[in-house]
């Protein structure tokens, strides 16, 4: 994956839990001690070793250091340079969900070695919909959760999310997404 996505992993175990805490989980990953670049390539396994490392040092389960991250990340893009990829995709939950394709085959217009994941929308109701998740990278529907609820803070709204694997001709995670406006004082 692009080192971007290890830059933010750093990013989130710096901000949350110090400099030690990094260092030591770049080491107990067995990764040098160099900064990762945002437009090069890097091993998947990089990505997950660094998730594995994080759970034993922090003692944390993969699912929630998963879903930790994608919280971080809707924040951390947005932030560091894809503010307006972010809102280019829309200002409404659904919305941004039904143009998650579209932002990746933008963002694949610029680095062509993205892989990105598909997502389609299905059963939309007012305030809950069915979010379908096609990954060639396996085990990262807690990731997905912790996205849907980035998503909620950056439109005010509180999501909750539950998953399911779906097997079959075309296997993967199937979302049941449930949302509510945020009161003023949470
Ligand atoms: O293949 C990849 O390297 C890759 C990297 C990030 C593929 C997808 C993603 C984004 N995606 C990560 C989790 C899913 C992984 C998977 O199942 O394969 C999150 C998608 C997402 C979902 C909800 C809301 C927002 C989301 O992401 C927004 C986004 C997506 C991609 C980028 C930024 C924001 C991005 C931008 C530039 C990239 C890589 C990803 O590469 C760079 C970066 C800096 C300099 C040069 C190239």
Redesign the pocket.
Known sequence: ?????NKAVEGLVRTRFGDAAWSRIRARAGLPDEPFV??E?YPDKTTYDLVGAATEELGATAEAILEEF?RF??VY?AEA??GE??KS?GSTLPE??GN?DQ??TR?KL??P?????S?SVSEQEAQALVLH?Y???PG?AP??VG??K??GDRFGLEVEATWERVDGTRPHDRFRVRWRAKDATS
């Open positions: 994956m692009y080192g971007l996505i945002s437009m390539q994608g990340w809707t893009t340079g894809y990829l972010m995709a941004f969900l998650l932002l990746h963002v610029s680095f070695h993205l892989m990105p994941p997502f998740y990954s060639e990278r990262l990731l997905v996205l849907l980035g998503l």
